[in-house]
């Protein structure tokens, strides 16, 4: 299972609105037709996306980025709707994303499934005591003060943690802002030259992260891209064919990780430097297929098998938006007992301020 994460942060960036590339996928490629479809049993996405956060600068394309990366593997890359979840501005509170990433996934998903999770937002970054940096993404109601960092943010070292809770063959963040402190352990992998290179990297256990910058840069956004540099590179690369790099018809996570970060520092005049990373010592990688792109010798689409009848789906869905109701429920009683909280010593110090009268 793949569990890819995206995270915009706000900036502005003055470019000319760059071409998208019409590189088309092989359909017929060796690639292609050995997979059939089956790379994973089911495909699961979870997109986040914050434009109005409670402190936090208010963004302009974290929402339309989430949205349209759904679009994408909907249209593109064999996801079901049904199997989407979306935290959109309030609905991106820390409860909600922990619950959804280590309570709802880890239920949900399967050994051999394929999970996608885009996070637009902020991120941030703090300098550790004795060296190092610990880098944040923000939630919805994330704090500015950087005491309430570690309660109210969520540290880039528990995605580790998020990986050992989920049964996934791989997990793929993409990590749409700038910041630093990556628990992560190499760019290693596979040769390419390997026989059989990308059955071999579908088959192997992942965990990989791309990110689009480190600390002190800002995520770049454009009106003429309707999107981040990152984001919009993302989807071109993606939806073009173009990060296929080596045209055997899939895209691999390590490909779109390149396509990334050589083309994101040309139209940001380097102010981006995304990196690729693996989180552990697996040698996998991702595999991104197009359904439509596989067909038989005599030019008939490849049925495919990857995922459970309609009923079932429909009841996943239910269960999903049960689950996230539930989440907002109690995430407003955990505002109000905050609340009540906070009001309490105002109302002891009102107390204690009242002049004294001696008795008579």
């Known amino acids: 299972m793949l569990l890819l994460v995206m995270v915009t942060s706000e900036a502005c960036l003055a470019q000319n609105k760059q071409k998208q590339r019409g590189v088309k996928v092989n359909t017929k490629s060796p690639a292609a037709q050995a997979f059939k479809g089956k790379v994973y049993d089911n495909l699961w996405a979870v997109v986040i996306g914050v434009n109005k956060y409670q402190r936090w600068p208010k963004l302009d394309y ?14 593109k890359y064999g996801f079901r709707s049904e199997h989407i979840m979306e935290l959109l501005d309030d609905d991106a ?38 060296g190092g940096n610990l880098g944040y993404l923000v939630p919805f109601d994330g704090s500015t003060d950087r005491n309430d960092y570690f309660a109210t943010l969520l540290p880039m070292t528990q995605i580790r943690e998020l990986c050992n809770l989920i049964p996934a063959k791989h997990i793929f963040f993409v990590v749409d802002a700038c910041y630093s402190g990556l628990a992560a352990v190499s760019e290693r992998g596979m040769s390419a030259e390997t026989e059989l290179y990308v059955g071999k990297l579908a088959g192997l256990k992942s965990r990989q992260i791309l990110t689009a910058g480190g600390k002190g840069e800002q995520v770049e956004e454009n009106d003429d891209w309707g999107h981040s540099a990152f984001t919009y590179k993302f989807l071109e690369g993606m939806e073009s064919g ?56 005599d030019g008939k689409t490849q049925s495919r098998d990857v995922a459970p009848a309609r009923h079932e789906d429909e009841k996943d869905q239910n269960a999903m938006k049960k689950e996230l109701e539930r989440l907002k429920k109690e995430n407003e009683k955990l505002k109000q007992d905050q609340k009540e909280q906070q009001d309490k010593p105002r109302k002891e110090e009102k107390k204690n301020d009242e002049i004294f009268t001696p008795p008579p």
């Open 62 to 75: 974290a929402v339309d980025d989430a949205r349209s990366v759904k679009k994408l593997l909907v249209s």
């Open 242 to 297: 173009a990060a296929d790099s080596d045209g055997d018809g899939v895209i691999t996570s390590g490909e779109i990780g390149q396509y990334i970060k050589t083309r994101v520092p040309k139209i940001t005049n380097n102010k981006q430097t995304p990196q690729f990373k693996n989180l552990t010592s697996d040698e996998g990688e991702f595999i991104f297929v197009n359904p439509d792109a596989m067909h038989r010798d």
């Open 93 to 130: 509170t820390l409860i909600n994303i922990r619950t959804t990433l280590g309570g709802v996934l880890p239920q949900k998903t399967k050994k051999n499934d394929g999970v996608v999770v885009f996070f637009a937002g902020h991120g941030e970054t703090i300098d550790l005591p004795d």
